[in-house]
């Protein structure tokens, strides 16, 4: 019993020194740098206080962009989530799997900025969308697709279909597959299936996976710049960040601006973990048979 004790007490005293650089390295690396622009905030060049706060909210140019933000990621993360959910639950037991999982990785390896660049040379006035339509004549003049709200909003789904895609993926695995397997032989067809037994234990997998969707969504600046109108209908509120701070050398306003990113996000993020509470709370996977 003694030597049993003994080994315990190692294995924690190993524990303890493992965790405690890695709690360290989370506080330097996450909560230093939040703290930090979260004081800078409430610094200004003719004082301290809310002036920071005040003028965004008072001045139209900045505080519109909250809405121009949401009016492009919210309706980019509900296609990303729509899409991803059938196509994931048709997959989950393909044996083609694995060669798409690998194939959507590629959106994601490249970045939002080899994207947007990919898009502009397919989209763009002079890209291979619009010769295709002129030489078929199913057009008679280009299509606008980029520099306006649409490039923005097709380079938000396809760096966040693939990530969206694996996630579902991952949670519709997990499931436990005898669930569905007894409500057949009872006789519930598919679609029963999936509404009655899938989708309540997928709920709290969906609001997890809208929730990373959207902030990754919300965050958007490579694509806006590239693919957008910067000055224009998608000013978004990480460009009046970028402006502030590196235009304007007004760190303190960057630092405000980026507080009510991070605010509106979580707001968004708790609204739909509430939402999520009204659903089927308990186990969403099980051993797999």
């Given at each position: ?158 760096s966040g279909f693939p990530f969206a895609y694996l996630l579902l993926l991952s949670y519709l695995t997990g499931i436990d597959p005898v669930l569905p397997q007894a409500a057949a032989t009872l006789g519930a067809s598919p679609w029963r299936q999936f509404i009655h037994i899938y989708l309540p234990l997928l709920v709290p997998g969906l609001a997890i996976a809208f929730c990373l969707s ?76």
């Amino acid at each position: 019993m003694s030597s049993a004790a003994s080994i315990q007490r190692k294995t924690v005293d190993v524990t303890a020194l493992l965790v405690a650089p890695g709690v360290g390295l989370v506080l330097l690396l996450f909560l230093y740098p939040f703290l930090y622009g979260f004081l800078l905030s409430f610094s200004a060049h003719e004082g301290v206080g809310l002036r920071n706060y005040v003028k965004f909210f008072s001045t139209p140019f900045l505080s519109q962009t909250i809405a121009t933000t949401l009016w492009i990621s919210f309706p980019a993360t509900v296609v990303n989530i729509g899409l991803a959910l059938p196509i994931a639950f048709a997959t989950r037991r393909h044996r083609l799997q694995r060669l798409l999982t690998a194939i959507l990785v590629v959106p994601i390896t490249l970045g939002t900025v080899l994207i947007a660049e990919g898009l502009l040379l397919y989209l763009g006035p002079q890209g291979w969308l619009n010769r295709f339509l002129l030489v078929t004549h199913l057009s008679t003049s280009a299509i606008h697709l980029t520099h306006n709200y649409w490039g923005v909003f097709l380079s938000l789904v396809v760096s966040g279909f693939p990530f969206a895609y694996l996630l579902l993926l991952s949670y519709l695995t997990g499931i436990d597959p005898v669930l569905p397997q007894a409500a057949a032989t009872l006789g519930a067809s598919p679609w029963r299936q999936f509404i009655h037994i899938y989708l309540p234990l997928l709920v709290p997998g969906l609001a997890i996976a809208f929730c990373l969707s959207f902030v990754q969504a919300f965050s958007v600046f490579p694509s806006a710049v590239l693919l957008g109108a910067p000055a224009g209908p998608t000013r978004v509120i990480s460009i009046a960040a970028y402006q502030a701070a590196f235009e304007d050398y007004d760190y303190p306003m960057a630092s405000a601006i980026a507080m009510i990113m991070a605010g509106v996000q979580l707001l968004v993020v708790v609204l739909i973990l509430a939402i999520r509470v009204l659903f089927y709370r308990g186990p969403t996977v099980g051993p797999k048979g």
